[in-house]
C-alpha cells in the first residue's frame, strides 16, 4: 500500500491548499448584507435591521472530504438570533427578511447553531454548548464522507452536532436578526476523506509528535489544521494518564501503510 511519489504530493497539497476555497455569495448581496475585503467580511443590515438577512457560500462543499472553516465575530452579538451552519440550495433561507428569527434549521433542508448555544434543524431545537459572542472564532467541520457536523469555539469542540448528511450537497450558511453585525470568514480548506486523515483522528499527540520528530516529511500530515480538528475525545479526564512517552511508540505495518512509508527492516 506504499504511495507513488505523485499521490503522495497530491496529498501533500491538499493539506496545503488555499486559506480560502470559498468565499460568500456576492451574487446574493441585498441591501440587508454588505461584503467586502474580497467577500470574506459581511455586514448584516448596514444601517438597521427589519428582519432576518443571510449569506451563503459561493460554491457547494464537495463529497468526499473533509471541509473546515472559521467565523470571526467582530462585533457585539445579541438580538433574536445569529446563527452559522449548512444547507441545501432547497433550505427556505430567502422568506424572512421581514420577520426576524432563528432562520439556519427551520426547515429539514438547513441545519444551524446558534449563538445562544442550540442546535436547530426541521423546525426542533436542543441545547448543544456554550454560547458564542464577540472575538470568538466559530469552527464549523463537515465531513461529507460519512455525513458528520461539528463545531468549535476558539478551535475547541463542542462535539457531534448532526449526522446523516452524506447524502446532501450543502452550502456554508450565517444569518442574523441584529443590526451592524459584522463577521469575517478566516479560513476555509478542505482535505480528501481517507487512511491518512483517518489516521490523525486516532493518533494521540504524542504519537503525532513522534511521527513528526523522526518522518519530517510527514510534517504536512501532523502540522496542519486537520491534525488538531479530527482528533477524537479521549474517554478520560487526563489524556496523558493514556499515552506512552515518545520514545517507547511502536508503529505496527498497518500504521506504516496509514501514513504511507516504508517500514525500515531491522536484522
Same mark, same amino acid.
Given at each position: ?71 470571526? $465575530?467582530?462585533?457585539?452579538?445579541? /438580538?433574536?438570533?445569529? $446563527? ?27 441545519? /444551524? ?19 458564542? /459572542? ?134
Amino acid at each position: 500500500m506504499d504511495l507513488t511519489t505523485n499521490e503522495h504530493l497530491e496529498i501533500k497539497n491538499d493539506f496545503h491548499s488555499s486559506n480560502h476555497e470559498w468565499t460568500w455569495d456576492e451574487k446574493l448581496s441585498t441591501s440587508s448584507i454588505k461584503l467586502s475585503d474580497n467577500n470574506l467580511n459581511v455586514i448584516f443590515h448596514p444601517i438597521y435591521s427589519t428582519g432576518t438577512a443571510v449569506a451563503k457560500g459561493n460554491k457547494p462543499l464537495e463529497k468526499g472530504r473533509h471541509h473546515f472553516w472559521e467565523i470571526l $465575530m467582530i462585533t457585539h452579538i445579541y /438580538g433574536t438570533d445569529v $446563527m452559522v451552519g449548512v444547507g441545501t440550495a432547497n433550505a427556505k433561507i430567502y422568506d424572512a427578511s421581514d420577520n426576524f428569527c432563528a432562520l439556519l434549521g427551520r426547515d429539514q433542508e438547513s441545519w /444551524g447553531f446558534s449563538y445562544k448555544g442550540y442546535l436547530q434543524h426541521d423546525g426542533k431545537t436542543c441545547k448543544y454548548g456554550t454560547s458564542f /459572542g464577540q472575538d470568538n472564532l466559530v469552527g464549523i467541520h463537515l465531513d461529507t464522507w460519512i455525513g458528520t457536523l461539528q463545531f468549535f469555539i476558539n478551535r475547541k469542540p463542542l462535539g457531534m452536532a448532526f449526522t446523516k448528511l452524506n447524502n446532501f450537497t450543502l452550502y456554508p450558511l450565517v444569518s442574523s436578526t441584529m443590526a451592524q453585525c459584522v463577521m469575517k470568514l478566516t479560513y476555509s480548506c478542505s482535505t480528501p476523506a481517507s487512511l491518512q486523515t483517518t489516521c490523525l483522528a486516532v493518533l494521540s499527540p504524542s504519537q503525532k509528535a513522534h511521527l513528526s520528530k523522526n518522518f519530517p516529511g510527514l510534517r504536512y500530515l501532523t502540522q496542519n489544521i486537520f491534525a488538531d480538528i479530527l482528533q477524537k475525545s479521549i474517554d478520560c479526564d487526563n489524556e496523558d494518564d493514556f499515552e506512552f512517552p515518545a520514545e517507547y511508540i511502536i508503529l505496527d505495518d498497518f500504521d506504516y501503510a496509514l501514513v504511507g512509508i516504508k517500514k525500515k527492516k531491522h536484522f
